[in-house]
């Protein structure tokens, strides 16, 4: 949780580097993008311009309005915290590491959708479906991996924290759809139910899960979050593919974080393939090659979609600009 996290995260992802950077591409209807600097490039100047002396109360209460800037002000509290009870980057392990960079590409993605919302006070484009099983695989991912062993794993408690900020921003995000904007939510174009879902995964995950070594009620618990983690951006997807052109360009963003927080995923699995022997089957790690195996597929699902947001940005296309899809059609 700290500042170093931060910045390694965000070095290691050009997409998430300059997040958004909305400027007006077409006129009027693209207004809504036209701004001098991005969120990130405003929080970091105010931030930068402030000391401890001169921040009074008004100017902290200014600060924390903007999400990114007060989840700034969240990496850099935490950094000191993380540091104080004895934390360190250097003696952290790959696979902790690993987890400070999914989450904190998890948390910019929303924020960019929150972002959108604020500022068009509108939720068009945003699946209320997909927004509904991230709140749901947020919760029980936070209840399922908190660290067992000891008050004193400081890396696996870093990991729990920095995974609090996604949970209010969904949530957030989830009211904004039902309830504060739900008149701009285009369910029309969200068919794909989380009722059909969320039964299918916990179904699959009673009958094909891998063997944890806390036992059977925990594998399965586990694979029900895995399996709805999997298929959560799949309704997104369909409406993507149901609008059949212009993707706003803070949607295509939050699937491409999405997206980058599944291949960070994958590589922290190469650490933690080996669940133990119980998870062998006939000499082979049946359970490790299961877990494998899915997080292959959730990149499999975008992956059509990724092809066209890295065409887009190896052609010039600029952050802020939506992604064109109109003579393109995703693969779901």
């Known amino acids: ?6 910045a390694s995260g965000l070095q290691s992802r050009s997409m998430a580097a300059d997040l958004p950077l909305y400027a007006n591409a077409t006129g009027d209807e693209d207004d809504k993008y036209a701004k001098a600097k991005g969120p990130i490039a405003k929080s970091c100047d105010a931030l930068a311009s402030l000391s401890l002396r001169d921040l009074n109360g008004k100017d902290a209460a200014a600060l924390m309005r903007s999400p990114f800037q007060a989840y700034l002000c969240f990496l850099m509290a935490g ?27 998890e948390t910019l993605g929303l924020l960019v959708l929150q972002y959108k919302i604020k500022s068009q006070a509108s939720v068009k484009g945003i699946s209320g479906m997909t927004i509904a099983m991230y709140a749901l695989v947020f919760v029980s991912r936070q209840y399922l991996l908190l660290p067992e062993r000891s008050w004193l794993m400081i890396d696996g408690w870093t990991v729990e924290a920095l995974q609090v900020p996604s949970i209010l921003i969904v949530f957030d995000i989830l009211c904004s759809v039902f309830k504060t904007h739900r008149s701009s939510y285009q369910e029309e174009l969200d068919v794909l139910s989380i009722k059909y879902i969320v039964p299918a995964c916990v179904g699959l995950a009673i009958v094909l899960h891998p063997h944890f070594q806390q036992g059977e009620w925990h594998s399965f618990l586990w694979t029900s979050y895995l399996y709805m983690d999997v298929f959560a951006l799949l309704p997104q997807i369909v409406m993507m593919a149901k609008s059949g052109g212009k993707i706003e360009a803070p949607i295509a963003h939050f699937v491409a974080a999405t997206a980058i927080r599944w291949m960070i995923d994958l590589c922290f699995w190469y650490f933690d393939f080996n669940l133990g022997p119980q998870g062998y089957y006939k000499g082979v790690n049946m359970s490790g090659i299961l877990i494998v195996a899915f997080h292959l597929l959730s990149l499999c699902l975008v992956a059509d979609f990724m092809y066209y947001y890295i065409k887009a940005r190896i052609g010039g296309s600029k952050l802020s600009d939506d992604l064109d899809l109109s003579g393109a059609v995703l693969e779901v």
């Open 79 to 105: 950094s000191v915290l993380y540091y104080l009870l004895g934390g360190s980057l250097m003696r952290a392990d790959s696979a902790d590491l690993l987890g400070y960079m999914s989450t904190i590409c």
């Open 1 to 6: 949780m700290t500042l170093s996290i931060a």
